[in-house]
């Protein structure tokens, strides 16, 4: 079953911001007081999350949390 192109995508951000941090997911873990396994399993788009788990992330990376809902053509 192919995984949800939202979890992927957001997955994707968090590994980018946490690369340009230059930390490893132990250290981004760390800081948004995470368990390694969350970090890396939200990294790879394989489970879902909380708004809060985003806000915990983006705080711990100095990042700005903006949603959008955007109408569908």
Do not use: C
């Not at 992927?8 to 368990?35: F, M």
Request: hydrophobic share 45%; glycine share 6%.
């Amino acid at each position: 079953m192919p995984l949800p192109s939202h979890l992927t995508t957001i997955g994707s951000n968090i590994k980018t911001a946490r690369k340009i941090k230059g930390w490893t997911q132990q250290q981004l873990a760390d800081q948004a007081g995470l368990r390694l396994a969350t970090v890396s399993e939200l990294e790879a788009g394989k489970i879902n999350f909380e708004i809060n788990t985003l806000v915990r992330l983006a705080t711990a990376l100095g990042f700005y949390l903006d949603i959008n809902f955007v109408p569908v053509k």
